[in-house]
């Protein structure tokens, strides 16, 4: 069973950053591809950014290209999102997922992953 720990959320003005960091309990963590997603209330559940197993193939929303940047550490199993330019339309809670993909190098932009973390508050306002 995977376990994922977000870390990194909080109270950021306009313009302003945040990293976000994905712990990960897995014995074999590069086989698998992890995705970030957001909820905003009253909103569904968004695919945000997600990464392949071996970090080689990165995808993000068109809400957050040029400013977000997600990357992955096999080696001490986390994933990070750097968020930079934030505005006040990324607040939600933001949750990391993790999906096995042991022989492919794909991540998928849906909600269908099969572990997930408890989520972070990230809150942008001035």
């Known amino acids: 069973q995977l376990q994922l720990v977000e870390s990194g959320g909080g109270l950021v003005q306009p313009g302003g950053s945040l990293r976000l960091s994905c712990a990960v309990s897995?014995?074999?963590?590069?086989?698998?591809?992890i995705g970030w997603f957001r909820q905003a209330p009253g909103k569904e559940r968004e695919a945000v950014s997600c990464?392949?197993?071996?970090?080689?193939?990165?995808t993000y929303v068109d809400s957050v290209k040029g400013r977000f940047t997600i990357s992955k550490d096999n080696a001490k199993n986390t994933v990070s999102l750097q968020m930079n330019s934030l505005k006040p339309e990324d607040t939600a809670v933001y949750y990391c997922?993790?999906?096995?993909?042991?022989?492919?190098?794909?991540?998928?932009?849906?909600?269908?992953?099969?572990?997930w973390g408890q989520g972070t508050q990230v809150t942008v306002s001035s």
């Open positions: 990464i392949s197993r071996n970090g080689g193939t990165t």
């Open positions: 997922a993790a999906d096995p993909y042991p022989f492919r190098n794909i991540c998928v932009m849906n909600v269908k992953y099969t572990y």
């Open positions: 897995a014995t074999t963590f590069d086989y698998y591809a």
